[in-house]
């Protein structure tokens, strides 16, 4: 039997559970001082790639969003699991101005189109630049961006996409948890499910 549930706030990371991708956003500020965080609620919107696209959606009081309403660059950085803690540390609320990686041990280097630097110790990452942006509701505000880059270490380049997805090892996020802290990190069992599937173009 299924029951109806009242709605309530953050309904999406406290009552349904939901996995999303672990992510770090770079950002600098106007006077190019780079700010970075964790954030989840980051979907890939269009899959062309002529206009590739990604949204991200943040809590409007954030450092993130103000860094990006400012300069209307982002780069989303992918972690492996082994840096969940270096993660935990840069969603620590530090003062405006502050550089979480400097916190958190993380290098950077620079980004091949946008100001925003890459996290040298994370494997993947989109360089943004906003196309759109959307306020569902006085808290939150959403861009949606165009991809201008994307860049992948190397050594996975080789690797057939099934290995890839085991040695990328991405941690996945499920909200915050009662205590104040975050629930996220791997799942521990790999399974490939009907990898024969394909579709069915050629009937139509
Ligand atoms: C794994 C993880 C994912 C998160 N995802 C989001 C998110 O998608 N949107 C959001 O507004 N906050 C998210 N947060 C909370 C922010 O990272 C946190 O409030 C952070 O301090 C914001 O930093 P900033 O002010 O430098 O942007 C997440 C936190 C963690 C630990």
Redesign the pocket.
């Given at each position: 039997m299924k029951k109806s549930i009242d709605i309530e706030l953050l309904w999406h990371l406290d009552q349904i559970v939901l996995p999303f991708p672990?992510t770090i956003i770079t950002t600098v500020d106007k006077e190019g001082r780079i700010?970075a965080?964790?954030?989840?609620?980051?979907i890939p919107f269009c899959a062309s790639p002529e206009t590739p696209q990604i949204l991200l959606?943040?809590?409007s009081h954030?450092?993130?969003p103000h860094n990006i309403e400012a300069t209307g660059e982002f780069v989303v950085n992918y972690p492996g699991a082994e840096l969940c803690r270096e993660?935990?540390e840069t969603?620590?609320?530090y003062p405006q101005g502050v550089n979480?990686l400097e916190y958190a041990k993380l290098s950077v280097i620079p980004s091949n189109k946008v100001k925003p630097p890459r996290i040298k110790e994370c494997r993947e990452h989109l360089e943004c630049r906003v196309a759109q942006t959307i306020r569902p509701s006085k808290t939150q505000i959403t861009f949606v961006a165009d991809i201008v880059d994307i860049s992948i270490d190397e050594k996975f380049l080789n690797l057939s996409r099934d290995e890839r997805i085991r040695e990328m090892n991405l941690p996945v996020?499920f909200g915050p948890s009662k205590g104040g802290g975050?629930t996220?990190g791997i799942i521990d069992e790999y399974k490939v499910f009907s990898p024969d599937i394909k579709p069915d173009f050629e009937k139509k």
């Open positions: 672990v700010n965080a964790p954030y989840s609620l980051v959606s943040c809590n954030w450092h993130t993660v935990a969603g620590r609320f979480e996020y975050s996220f």
